[in-house]
């Protein structure tokens, strides 16, 4: 998953394919060019647009692929 | 070499590594890992009985069980390895650690072929070696060992490049 924010494109890196189909982030569930909120942590290098996520918002549903971290 | 990469990414195996269930790639990298453990470990007894360790078992007694194991092995660990490669295969253009893991295997399977071809090997089951065949088949010996630990320690670099 990729998303772009003020130009720059990010890659979202989700949790391990079976934890985010259980939060109910499944293929093709957010449509592509949607706007979205994405939660978590970004790549400590600064060149390096990568976001080790924990939520993704999109339209008020919330996609919590770590429930157990705040 | 980024061509074959990116054909093997968009081959129905790449479509079905990728689109077959959340599971399919934890067990592929399950097989792989039971591939490579046995293939290393009937290639670790066999080499270390050529290397001289545990002269009082015949080689031919070693090389019953561990040759086949090894094939089998080998066999399970390419077929999984392949479908993990095709799961996102341009990713892995430029890591280094696949331009050490592959030749190392390339070799490995070298040394097996050679060794099919020295004498000392093909008697093994019929008469007693000369020292002088003994230290042929040490010298092969060590040789699979060190391009299988090559091989199986930059495949598990390869992830953390």
């Known amino acids: 998953m990729k998303v772009r924010s003020n130009g720059q494109v990010w890659d979202i890196t989700l949790a391990p394919p079976p934890r985010t189909e259980a939060a109910g982030l499944k293929e093709g569930v957010i449509p592509v060019g949607a706007q979205v909120t994405i939660q978590g942590h970004r790549n400590l290098d600064p060149k390096k647009f990568e976001i080790k996520t924990e939520r993704v918002i999109w339209k008020g549903r919330t996609y919590n692929v770590y429930p157990d971290r705040k | ?161």
């Open chain 2, 1 to 161: 070499m980024s061509e074959f990469m990116a054909w093997l990414q968009n081959s129905a195996l790449g479509h079905a590594m990728r689109e077959s269930g959340v599971w399919t790639y934890a067990i592929v990298n399950l097989t792989h890992i039971l591939g490579v453990a046995t293939l290393f470990g009937s290639v670790l007894v066999l080499d270390l009985r050529l290397l001289g360790v545990w002269r009082h078992i015949t080689l031919a007694a070693v090389t019953e069980p561990a040759i086949p194991l090894a094939a089998s092995g080998f066999f399970i660990a390419v077929t999984s390895g392949v479908c993990l490669l095709a799961t996102k295969a341009t990713d892995y253009i430029g890591n280094p650690f696949l331009y050490i893991k592959f030749p190392a295997i390339g070799l490995g399977l070298l040394n097996v072929v050679l060794l099919n071809f020295l004498p000392a090997w093909k008697e093994r089951k019929v008469r007693n070696l000369t020292s002088r065949e003994q230290l042929q088949l040490a010298v092969a010996g060590g040789v699979s060992l060190l391009c299988w630990l090559t091989a199986i320690a930059a495949g598990r670099m390869i992830g953390y490049w």
